[in-house]
């Protein structure tokens, strides 16, 4: 009979360390209310990742979850 405690594959982790990554009771709730809330659209072009990741940072600014302190290089 296969162990179900662990997960196989690279990298195992256990059902116990997969839980403590997993956002606790407070933290669900706070991105279920983002999520039904906060919907951004980012833009930009994957062959210019530097302008999607600057409109992703403004748009994760804006919700008020990171405050951006990068600059351009």
Do not use: F, Y
Not at 17 to 41: C, F
Not at 52 to 66: K, Q, R, S, V
């Amino acid at each position: 009979m296969q162990d179900h405690r662990m997960l196989t594959g690279a990298g195992q982790a256990s059902h116990d360390e997969i839980d403590q990554r997993l956002p606790d009771v407070r933290q669900k709730a706070l991105l279920e209310t983002l999520g039904s809330k906060a919907r951004v659209t980012v833009t930009g072009a994957r062959d210019n990742p530097e302008a999607a990741l600057a409109n992703l940072l403004d748009a994760l600014e804006d919700l008020g979850l990171i405050a951006d302190s990068t600059t351009a290089a």
